[in-house]
C-alpha cells in the first residue's frame, strides 16, 4: 500500500464554494496546490446521478465535501454515490466532510409510527463505505452513536464567540445569551461562558408543529443588548417571534447567532422585515443570492476550521483543539481581531 502523503479533496454540487475555500486555505498551509480532485456529476434524464473521478485515489487519503442541504435527497444521494466510487477506486480511507447533516432534526420518536431518519443516514454513510464523518452542531450531540465509526462533530459557538468579542467590542457588559427554547439551553449556556454573558431562556408552547402558541421570557432582559443562539434556522418563524418578545420585554436591540441558515421558504423576508439588528449565519449552507442580499443577515466563513480539522484528522493530532480560543484565533487571523 502506498504511503498517503497529502490529503485529497474532492466536491459534491452541494457546497462548491466552500468545498474551494477549504482547498484554498489547505494549499496555504501545506505550501503547494491543494485542488478538488477532478470528477464529474452528472444526471441522466431521469434524473439518475452518474459520478466519475478522473484522478487516481488509489491508497489515498480522501475527504468528500458535501453537506445533505436541500434538495437533501439529492445531495445525499450524490455523497453515497461518491463514496461508493472511491471505495470500488480503492481509495485507503474515505472521510465524508457534511458540515450540515440533514435529517438530523429526525432523532428520535416524537410519536408512535415514525421514523429515526438520522440513524437511517447514519446506516447508509456507514454501509455506503465511509470510514469517519467530519459535521458542525448536530441537532442533537447523541446522533454520534448512530455511527459505529469516528464522527468529529465540530461547533460553531468558539468561532461566534470570536465574532461576538470583535464586533461588540466595548458592550460586552450589555450583552445577554438568550436560548430560544429550553432544548437549546447548553448550546446557549456554551457561548455565554465563552464570552461572560449571562444567559435567559425564551420559553415557547406549540399547540401544533411548525406553529407556536405562546411565548414566555426567563429572565430580565431589560435594557440589555440580545444574542439568540441556535444550530437550525428554517423558516425563521419561531426566531422572529422570540426576537419581537425579547423587544417588548424591553431589549434594547436583538442578534442572533445561527450555525445553519436553512432559511427556506419565507424565512429571508421575515428576517428582513424583524426587529432583529443582525442574523449571524454560517456557510455550511450554500447562501442563496436572497440571503446574500439581505441587509440584517450576515456570514461568517467555517473553511478555517474545516481545514485545520481535515489537516489535524490527516496527521493525527486532536481535533478539539479547535474548540479552545487560542487555538482558534491564529487560524482566523485576519478577520477577527487579535487585540
Given at each position: 500500500?502506498?504511503?498517503?502523503?497529502?490529503?485529497?479533496?474532492?466536491?459534491?454540487?452541494a457546497?462548491?464554494?466552500?468545498?474551494?475555500?477549504?482547498?484554498?486555505?489547505?494549499?496555504?498551509?501545506r505550501?503547494?496546490?491543494?485542488?478538488?480532485?477532478?470528477?464529474?456529476?452528472?444526471?441522466?434524464?431521469?434524473?439518475?446521478?452518474?459520478?466519475?473521478?478522473?484522478?487516481?485515489?488509489?491508497?489515498?487519503?480522501?475527504?468528500?465535501?458535501?453537506?445533505?442541504?436541500?434538495?437533501?435527497?439529492?445531495?445525499?444521494?450524490?455523497l453515497?454515490?461518491?463514496?461508493?466510487?472511491?471505495?470500488?477506486?480503492?481509495?485507503?480511507?474515505?472521510?465524508?466532510?457534511?458540515?450540515y447533516?440533514?435529517?438530523?432534526?429526525q432523532?428520535?420518536?416524537?410519536?408512535?409510527?415514525?421514523?429515526?431518519?438520522?440513524?437511517?443516514?447514519?446506516?447508509?454513510?456507514?454501509e455506503?463505505?465511509?470510514?469517519?464523518?467530519?459535521?458542525?452542531?448536530?441537532?442533537a450531540?447523541?446522533?454520534?452513536?448512530?455511527?459505529d465509526?469516528?464522527?468529529?462533530?465540530?461547533?460553531?459557538?468558539?468561532?461566534?464567540?470570536l465574532?461576538?468579542?470583535?464586533?461588540?467590542?466595548?458592550?460586552?457588559?450589555?450583552?445577554?445569551?438568550?436560548?430560544?427554547?429550553?432544548?437549546?439551553?447548553a448550546?446557549?449556556?456554551?457561548l455565554?461562558?465563552?464570552?461572560?454573558?449571562?444567559?435567559?431562556?425564551?420559553?415557547?408552547?406549540?399547540?401544533?408543529?411548525?406553529?407556536?402558541?405562546?411565548m414566555?421570557?426567563?429572565?430580565?432582559?431589560?435594557?440589555?443588548?440580545?444574542?439568540?443562539?441556535?444550530?437550525?434556522?428554517?423558516?425563521?418563524?419561531?426566531?422572529?417571534?422570540?426576537?419581537?418578545v425579547?423587544?417588548?420585554?424591553?431589549a434594547?436591540?436583538?442578534?442572533?447567532?445561527?450555525?445553519?441558515?436553512?432559511?427556506?421558504?419565507?424565512?429571508?423576508?421575515?428576517?428582513?422585515?424583524?426587529?432583529?439588528?443582525?442574523?449571524?449565519?454560517?456557510?455550511?449552507?450554500?447562501?442563496?443570492?436572497?440571503?446574500?442580499?439581505?441587509?440584517?443577515?450576515?456570514?461568517?466563513?467555517?473553511?478555517?476550521?474545516?481545514?485545520?480539522?481535515?489537516?489535524?484528522?490527516?496527521?493525527?493530532?486532536?481535533?478539539?483543539?479547535?474548540?479552545?480560543?487560542?487555538?482558534?484565533?491564529?487560524?482566523?487571523?485576519?478577520?477577527?481581531?487579535?487585540?
Amino acid at each position: 500500500m502506498p504511503v498517503m502523503t497529502e490529503p485529497k479533496l474532492i466536491s459534491g454540487n452541494a457546497n462548491k464554494p466552500l468545498a474551494a475555500s477549504i482547498a484554498r486555505r489547505m494549499s496555504m498551509h501545506r505550501g503547494m496546490n491543494v485542488g478538488l480532485c477532478d470528477a464529474r456529476i452528472e444526471r441522466f434524464n431521469d434524473q439518475e446521478i452518474f459520478i466519475e473521478v478522473f484522478e487516481n485515489v488509489r491508497g489515498e487519503d480522501m475527504y468528500i465535501i458535501q453537506p445533505t442541504s436541500n434538495p437533501a435527497n439529492d445531495n445525499l444521494m450524490e455523497l453515497l454515490i461518491m463514496v461508493d466510487a472511491l471505495r470500488r477506486s480503492s481509495a485507503a480511507r474515505i472521510t465524508a466532510v457534511i458540515p450540515y447533516f440533514g435529517y438530523a432534526r429526525q432523532d428520535r420518536r416524537a410519536k408512535a409510527r415514525t421514523p429515526i431518519s438520522a440513524k437511517l443516514v447514519a446506516n447508509l454513510l456507514t454501509e455506503a463505505g465511509v470510514d469517519r464523518i467530519l459535521t458542525m452542531d448536530l441537532h442533537a450531540t447523541q446522533i454520534q452513536g448512530f455511527f459505529d465509526i469516528p464522527v468529529d462533530n465540530l461547533y460553531a459557538a468558539p468561532i461566534f464567540a470570536l465574532d461576538v468579542q470583535h464586533h461588540f467590542k466595548g458592550r460586552m457588559n450589555d450583552l445577554m445569551v438568550v436560548s430560544p427554547d429550553v432544548g437549546g439551553v447548553a448550546r446557549a449556556r456554551e457561548l455565554a461562558q465563552r464570552i461572560g454573558a449571562p444567559l435567559s431562556i425564551v420559553d415557547k408552547r406549540r399547540e401544533k408543529p411548525g406553529e407556536v402558541a405562546e411565548m414566555t421570557v426567563i429572565g430580565d432582559v431589560k435594557g440589555r443588548a440580545c444574542v439568540i443562539v441556535d444550530d437550525i434556522c428554517d423558516t425563521a418563524g419561531t426566531l422572529v417571534k422570540a426576537a419581537q418578545v425579547l423587544k417588548d420585554e424591553g431589549a434594547t436591540e436583538v442578534h442572533a447567532y445561527i450555525t445553519h441558515g436553512v432559511l427556506s421558504g419565507p424565512a429571508v423576508e421575515r428576517v428582513s422585515k424583524s426587529v432583529m439588528k443582525s442574523l449571524v449565519i454560517t456557510d455550511s449552507i450554500q447562501p442563496s443570492d436572497s440571503v446574500k442580499a439581505a441587509p440584517n443577515i450576515r456570514i461568517v466563513p467555517t473553511a478555517p476550521m474545516f481545514t485545520q480539522a481535515i489537516l489535524n484528522i490527516w496527521n493525527g493530532t486532536s481535533v478539539s483543539s479547535l474548540f479552545e480560543t487560542d487555538t482558534l484565533l491564529p487560524i482566523y487571523e485576519g478577520l477577527y481581531s487579535t487585540s
